[in-house]
């Protein structure tokens, strides 16, 4: 839970900063430094809505609700889409591409990602799957 809350405070922290000696160095025509809540208008949503992953979860196990899948699995495939969004927009197509450097915010989040993922991991290993016998789907 502690990830994901550090994801959603990640969104609004700054992920990119343009270079003070570039002027070609711009993002949508501005400079300065900026977070992924004013530069990804669809993403930030998607990455709040991966970071509210991990509440969920808490929810159901708190609640103790009967579920068809291992606990976590969901949790960890929403931090594994966030973190390949993540690193896609920070190492791939950066915005405004010349001059533009990477900021704390990207770095908590990518970091982020990686702990809830690994909790998620945690928490589907403690959950034993039933085996079928060869040949059944």
Not at 21 to 36: H, L, V, Y
Not at 68 to 73: I, M, N, Q
Not at 76 to 85: D, E, H, P, R, T
Not at 109 to 124: G, N
Request: aromatic share 8%; proline share 5%; net charge positive.
């Amino acid at each position: 839970m502690g990830a994901g809350a550090l994801l959603a405070v990640a969104v609004f922290l700054a992920w990119y900063a343009t270079s003070a000696n570039n002027p070609n160095s711009t993002i949508d025509g501005e400079r300065g430094s900026f977070s992924a809540w004013e530069i990804h208008p669809i993403l930030r949503w998607l990455l709040l809505l991966a970071a509210l992953a991990p509440f969920i979860l808490a929810w159901i196990i708190h609640r103790g609700h009967a579920l068809s899948w291992a606990r976590g699995e969901v949790t960890m495939v929403a931090s594994i889409a966030a973190l390949g969004l993540i690193a896609y927009n920070g190492l791939i197509d950066r915005p405004g591409g010349v001059g533009v450097s990477l900021k704390i915010g990207w770095f908590l989040a990518v970091l982020a990602t990686i702990v809830m993922t690994a909790a998620s991991a945690r928490r589907a290993s403690e959950h034993e799957r039933p085996r079928k016998p060869p040949g059944t789907v």
